[in-house]
């Protein structure tokens, strides 16, 4: 959404965050209100979608799909999740046609790099690997709905809570006719080897509580914020996209120094930035993803079950 | 076990009654063959002399899977020896026999084919528990998208649609008209809509010819006139494919311009609406879109997907409809187009129910703030 605003107006809130207090009464290192809601949509494997502020809309989906590989060729695994955002054109009209390919690709790498590790990062990854050949491929499908601000840091959020919600089936690998495989799906077993006919198919989740983060931080003045509202955007001189992810090792006692994994640095739009400047940056994000894990955490735990699609019509 | 066994006694059967020996010969080299692949694939624990649990499962759908692959291969033969043997021109037995009955309808052939069953059960039910002339559940909520002039989220069944509607607007000079608004419109869909995952959202050839039938419906449906040299974006984004998609996306575009205020000459409703054998179905699913596609060849299926525009206030006593948008997918015989049309008309009327009860409530919302 394109804010045109007067440079008095510029100039009122850059003094403002210089103060840390900003137009609507947050301090720098403070986010909106941000809804969170799993399983909005009936049509994919996990969805999830994410409102800062009510007016920033991103809705995350996954698809899964059983590829085959060549072994051969790949001796190392790659990791098996690829990411894709899309700003629809319902967010604002300068998106129209193509309009939102170039920001979207942009944001679709910057998202490809911070998962780069993801074998490393979420600890069940490797379960993917169903059989030499065969793999689950993890496409995660993120559409722009609504756009006012730090879109980056609310797609991050939806991957997160779309992972968590994402369910993958068990199956039975047993050789086959020509040295290939046989995938079938399998029953939940409850206890020893009886298997519950209830069910259709088991299924398992992946563990997401040290995903990466991406976190937009802008320097506006002489002051570093998170979460820009569209107003705060246009006055931004130079934002940095910074990708924090928890350090799997890292123990409660030991220093949040440690704690958090950079696995993403890009600067996004112009700007002249100083190496001070980046390096306080970057500590202003690993600070707030303290946090955000913190809420994200309690959120994927207590979030009650609604209906598909629901979210939409309240 | 249990099926080795039967297929040994039906084999012993059918070596006793009939068959001369080359045939024999083929039927032991197929139990052979049979009795070598599933014993290869499924026999893994070579300590005892039974089968256990997990092997006795593994064989039994390892024959079944052999035998259905042997049974589709004696269909196709069956179909294509004749063909083969008989020369060009000449009539094969099959065809000589379809020949002789000419006064076969279609409508009759259709009741042979298979799929016809799945659509329409023998009780008069539809897969997801519908009559033939019944629509899905319609949800829908207004002034979702805070950035738009209009917006509106609609449901019909799992069938997910936004709209969202911009202007009127000074536009792009390229697209200005003189005497009335332009109107643009965009339909595109998320990736993960549909059955299988997209690789692009929009743009393809489908999305693009629905963006321009939207248009030209809206530009029917707008008073065009009231607004000269502006223009109006309409977007459609469909979150969740599960049939009747330009059909949702209809609906949710009229009760969006209704919500971004623009005056219209009604509200405009839509449905799609099928044919099996000789019956309208309406408001169809994905499933059931895709079921139909196979008969198009046998017989003629088609898929009307009509746009009504009813008088906003006179809808019920004036009773004269205007159509503003008609499309056919596949092929249609001509005695079923009156009825598909009828059977569309009437569930046009029905949406427009809906439409209009869900326009006059955000209304009543409004009337506080509007200060009525």
Redesign the interface.
């Known amino acids: 959404m394109e804010v045109h605003i007067s440079d008095d107006e510029k100039l009122f809130l850059i003094h403002g965050v210089e103060q840390d207090i900003r137009n609507d009464g947050r301090a720098c290192a403070d986010f909106r209100p941000m809804i969170l809601e799993r399983g909005v949509l009936s049509g994919t494997n996990g969805s999830c979608r994410v409102q800062l502020g009510q007016t920033t809309d991103v809705l995350a989906g996954i698809k899964l799909e059983l590829e085959a590989y060549d072994p051969i060729a790949e001796k190392q695994p790659k990791q098996p999740m690829s990411f894709h955002v899309d700003f629809s054109a319902n967010a604002s009209s300068q998106f129209a046609g193509k309009g939102g390919d170039q920001y979207g690709e942009e944001l679709s790498a910057a998202f490809q790099v911070a998962y780069s590790r993801s074998l490393d990062i979420i600890p069940n990854l490797s379960k993917t690997q169903l059989a030499a050949g065969y793999r689950w491929k993890i496409h995660v499908d993120i559409s722009v709905l609504q756009w006012a601000g730090s879109v980056p840091d609310a797609c991050s959020l939806a991957i997160i809570g779309a992972l968590s919600d994402l369910e993958i089936p068990e199956v039975d690998v047993t050789p086959d006719d020509g040295g290939k495989v046989s995938i079938v799906l399998k029953r939940p077993r409850i206890g020893g080897d009886v298997r519950d006919e209830e069910v259709p198919v088991a299924m398992w989740k992946l563990i997401v509580t040290s995903c990466p983060m991406l976190l937009t931080v802008s320097k506006i003045g002489t002051a570093n914020l998170v979460d820009c509202s569209p107003e705060e955007e246009c006055c931004i001189r130079s934002q940095l996209l910074i990708g924090v992810a928890k350090n799997l090792e890292s123990t409660p006692e030991s220093d949040d120094a440690n704690e958090y994994d950079i696995t993403c640095v890009k600067q996004h739009g112009g700007g002249l930035l100083e190496m001070e400047s980046i390096d306080d940056m970057t500590k202003l994000a690993t600070r707030t993803a303290k946090g955000l894990y913190e809420a994200i955490g309690n959120r994927l735990n207590t979030e009650e079950k609604r209906k598909p699609g629901h979210s939409f019509l309240l | 076990m249990n099926s080795i066994q039967n297929i040994q006694q039906v084999l012993n059967l059918q070596i006793r009654l009939f068959i001369p020996r080359f045939q024999l010969r083929e039927f032991l080299t197929v139990y052979n063959t049979l009795s070598e692949?599933c014993f290869?694939?499924?026999a893994r624990d070579y300590t005892t002399s039974t089968l256990t649990?997990d092997e006795g499962s593994?064989v039994s759908?390892c024959i079944d899977k052999q035998m259905l692959v042997n049974r589709r291969f004696m269909l196709v033969f069956a179909e294509q020896a004749p063909k083969a043997l008989f020369k060009q021109g000449e009539q094969s037995p099959t065809e000589a026999i379809k020949s002789a009955k000419p006064e076969q309808t279609p409508a009759s052939q259709t009741t042979e084919t298979p799929t016809t069953m799945s659509i329409i059960s023998e009780h008069g039910f539809r897969i997801d528990g519908r009559r033939p002339a019944q629509i899905r559940n319609i949800?829908t909520?207004l002034g979702?998208?805070?950035?738009?002039e209009g917006?509106c989220?609609l449901?019909h069944g799992?069938t997910?649609v936004?709209?969202?509607v911009?202007g009127p607007y000074e536009g792009k000079a390229s697209k200005r008209l003189e005497d009335r608004c332009a109107i643009?419109c965009?339909y595109?869909t998320?990736?993960?809509?549909?059955?299988e995952?997209k690789n692009r959202?929009r743009?393809d050839r489908k999305s693009t010819e629905i963006s321009r039938l939207l248009e030209k419906a809206f530009e029917s449906v707008i008073l065009t006139e009231s607004f000269p040299r502006s223009q109006i974006?309409i977007?459609c984004?469909v979150?969740?494919?599960?049939g009747s998609n330009l059909a949702a996306c209809v609906n949710a575009t009229s009760l969006a311009l209704a919500d971004a205020g623009i005056p219209m000459k009604g509200i405009a409703s839509a449905a799609t609406c099928g044919i099996v054998d000789a019956k309208p179905i309406v408001d169809l699913t994905s499933r059931e879109e895709t079921d139909l596609l196979p008969r198009v060849t046998v017989s003629g299926f088609s898929s009307i997907i009509l746009l009504l525009h009813s008088k906003f206030q006179l809808a019920t006593i004036c009773g004269r409809d205007e159509v503003i948008l008609v499309e056919l997918q596949n092929r249609l015989h001509i005695d079923h187009l009156s009825v598909v049309m009828d059977a569309a008309k009437a569930t046009c009327a029905d949406v427009y129910e809906c439409l209009a009860v869900v326009a006059q409530q955000h209304l009543k919302a409004c009337a506080p703030i509007l200060g009525h």
């Open positions: 692949r290869n694939a499924c649990k593994c759908q949800n909520r979702l998208n805070r950035n738009a917006s989220y449901e799992n997910k936004l709209c969202a911009y643009v965009q595109s998320t990736t993960f809509s549909g059955l995952r959202p743009g974006d977007f984004e979150i969740q494919g599960d």
